[in-house]
């Protein structure tokens, strides 16, 4: 009876609650500390770029071809340079070179209050709020990340739930920006609703574009705050769906880790 009792116990959901309490048991404390040491500075280092991103206006960099300048002249070839121009912008302004044949003419815009009612302005706000959402919460981590480090966690909002909630929703509002930004470029043709504005007689359609800078810094800070999600993990500390049906082994585990 007690092989059988012992057999039914060691099954399978088992050894993965002791490979957990194992990452606790010998993962040192100093290494645990190093590791949310190094989620904090990357999450910090995030903020910064997010806050630098959103200020700027390298999200998108392209060419704006004057169509109607073109086929009054029947512009081929090379001739069609002198009749495509630049423009660049980024969450809040922008500028662009007007280019008809007749010289490039500078102009810069700004998105509030110009361009508002010609924009989508619904997915273009959502950008910027969930811009500062992501500034805010990778801001959040950086503190979080740094009190577990060196101060005393508990099982709340304070502790590894916290770190995994805060990375998460970071992780979120940078894929929920490039799909939102790429949405309103590509779909919606922002740069053509921006060449066009008070044109008059004249058209523009877009010859090239491409995301600049930017906006990879919003890809890279997604894919960071990613990597902090699995660097709780190999930290020792379970992700907050598992649910553990034993729990003298969690609490266990929790008491070996802090």
């Not at 009792?5 to 606790?24: E, M, R």
């Not at 040192?28 to 999450?43: H, M, N, T, W």
């Not at 007749?102 to 810069?108: H, I, K, N, Y």
């Not at 801001?139 to 709340?156: Q, R, W």
């Amino acid at each position: 009876m007690p092989e059988k009792h012992f057999a039914k116990g060691f099954n399978s959901d088992y050894i993965s609650k002791l490979f957990v309490c194992s990452l606790g048991l010998y993962m040192p404390a100093q290494q645990k500390k190093a590791l949310f040491c190094i989620a904090g500075v990357l999450s910090f280092a995030c903020a910064l770029s997010i806050a630098a991103a959103i200020g700027t206006q390298l999200w998108i960099r392209g060419g704006i071809l004057c169509k109607t300048g073109a086929l009054l002249v029947n512009a081929t070839g090379q001739e069609l340079e002198k009749f495509i121009g630049e423009i660049q912008y980024g969450l809040f302004y922008g500028e662009r070179v007007r280019q008809c044949g007749l010289g490039g003419r500078p102009f810069r815009f700004s998105f509030f209050p110009d361009l508002f009612k010609v924009i989508p302005a619904s997915i273009h706000v959502s950008v910027i709020l969930f811009s500062l959402v992501l500034l805010v919460f990778a801001l959040i981590g950086t503190g979080f990340f740094m009190y577990n480090a060196f101060g005393k966690p508990y099982e709340t909002l304070h502790g590894p739930l916290g770190l995994y909630l805060w990375s998460f929703i970071s992780f979120s509002c940078g894929c929920l920006i490039m799909i939102l930004f790429s949405s309103e470029v590509k779909i919606h043709h922002l740069s053509e609703k921006i060449a066009n504005y008070k044109e008059g007689s004249f058209i523009f359609k877009t010859n090239s574009e491409q995301f600049e800078n930017s906006f990879w810094i919003i890809l890279v800070c997604s894919l960071v705050h990613f990597l902090n999600i699995l660097l709780i993990r190999l930290a020792g500390f379970e992700f907050p769906f598992s649910k553990s049906k034993d729990p003298e082994t969690a609490n266990g585990a929790a008491d070996l880790m802090y």
